[in-house]
T-cell receptor
Framework: SQTIHQWPATLVQPVGSPLSLECTVE??????LYWYRQAAGRGLQLLFY??????ISSEVPQNLSASRPQDRQFILSSKKLLLSDSGFYLC?????????FGPGTRLTVT | GIQVEQSPPDLILQEGANSTLRCNFS?????LQWFHQNPWGQLINLFY???GTKQNGRLSATTVATERYSLLYISSSQTTDSGVYFC????????????FGKGTSLLVTP
């Protein structure tokens, strides 16, 4: 069966520090991969998606970037965090119709 | 982009009551999913339902794609049903990423 892992689960970082969040998927091949962010108050916003290794599309211009170095690995990065980067970051995968989400990383920028 | 509207935004029920959550979307979609976000933030897949009716225990869902709406029914609610319920639709651009509504926050009281 397929599983999706995200780490770390929680993170507190100062403004201006770098960021690296990792997501890995097991039990599937060539999935579409996604990064979403949920700010306080509910809505989920798509940040990046990838349909294959090395292919990244950005939905929202900001100081975040994403990379897909392996088929089932998706990384979200920043060189310098802003206060506005705080939120709940969710990785998701999809093959076929249904999309599934990882447990998320709660990021607080102080 | 596609607009996804959920109603009501907030709902308080007494244990044992029934409820109906609604999701309207503004354009044709390939897929529609319902999720339950638990208190720890995990998004739990409830239904993958681009059209038709499905049932899973006390929950059921109906999507009328031609009229661009979906309904989630919760019967005999329990306190563990509390949380936020999201409707999300995907579309052919953005790698079939999901476009989320703002959710319905449900509180079931004993």
């Amino acid at each position: 069966s397929q599983t999706i892992h995200q780490w770390p689960a929680t993170l507190v970082q100062p403004v201006g520090s770098p960021l690296s969040l990792e997501c890995t998927v097991e039990g599937t091949s060539n999935p579409n991969l996604y990064w979403y962010r949920q700010a306080a108050g509910r809505g989920l916003q798509l940040l990046f998606y990838s349909v294959g290794i090395g292919q990244i599309s950005s939905e929202v211009p900001q100081n975040l970037s994403a990379s897909r170095p392996q088929d089932r690995q998706f990384i979200l990065s920043s060189k310098k965090l802003l206060l506005s980067d705080s939120g709940f970051y969710l990785c998701a995968w999809k093959t076929g119709g249904e999309q599934y989400f990882g447990p998320g990383t709660r990021l607080t920028v102080t | 982009g596609i607009q996804v509207e959920q109603s009501p935004p907030d709902l308080i029920l007494q244990e044992g009551a029934n409820s109906t959550l609604r999701c309207n979307f503004s354009d044709s979609v390939n897929n529609l999913q319902w999720f339950h976000q638990n208190p720890w933030g995990q998004l739990i897949n409830l239904f993958y339902i681009p059209s038709g009716t499905k049932q899973n225990g006390r929950l059921s869902a109906t999507t009328v794609a031609t009229e661009r709406y979906s309904l989630l029914y919760i019967s005999s609610s329990q306190t563990t049903d509390s949380g936020v319920y999201f409707c999300a639709v995907d579309y052919s651009n953005s790698g079939y990423a999901l476009n989320f509504g703002k959710g319905t926050s449900l509180l079931v009281t004993p």
